[in-house]
């Protein structure tokens, strides 16, 4: 079983930043992700981090945030800067990991104008 818990959202004024930590429990994940959910919309992809260390991004990214993972692989960080009232939506972590996908419970992140 893989347990994620997410942590690190919270209130910011445009302009700033935050950095979200994804604790992970379990092994031998395939692929690990961020997506976020905007107030009604679906959820949309913004990061992926695979076991090459390969990292994509979503375009509406445009450099400003950065995946990252420590060494024990135990912890996966997304530092957002340069936030926008539109990136406001709860953030999810997401592992692959031998066929099957799991999710955190989301934090929520906070842009104000």
């Known amino acids: 079983q893989v347990h994620l818990v997410e942590s690190g959202g919270g209130l910011v004024q445009a302009g700033g930043s935050l950095r979200l930590t994804c604790t992970v429990s379990?092994?031998?994940?395939?692929?690990m992700a961020w997506y976020r959910q905007a107030p009604g919309k679906q959820r949309e992809w913004v990061t992926t981090?695979?076991?090459?260390?390969?990292?994509t991004y979503a375009d509406f990214v445009m450099g400003r945030f950065t995946f990252s993972r420590d060494n024990t692989k135990s912890r996966v960080f997304l530092q957002m800067y340069s936030l926008q009232p539109e990136d406001t939506a709860v953030y999810y972590c997401?592992?692959?990991?031998?066929?099957?996908?799991?999710w955190g419970q989301g934090t929520q992140v906070t842009v104000s104008s």
């Open positions: 379990g092994s031998d994940i395939d692929e």
């Open positions: 981090y695979n076991s090459r260390g390969d990292r």
């Open positions: 997401n592992a692959k990991r031998w066929g099957s996908t799991y």
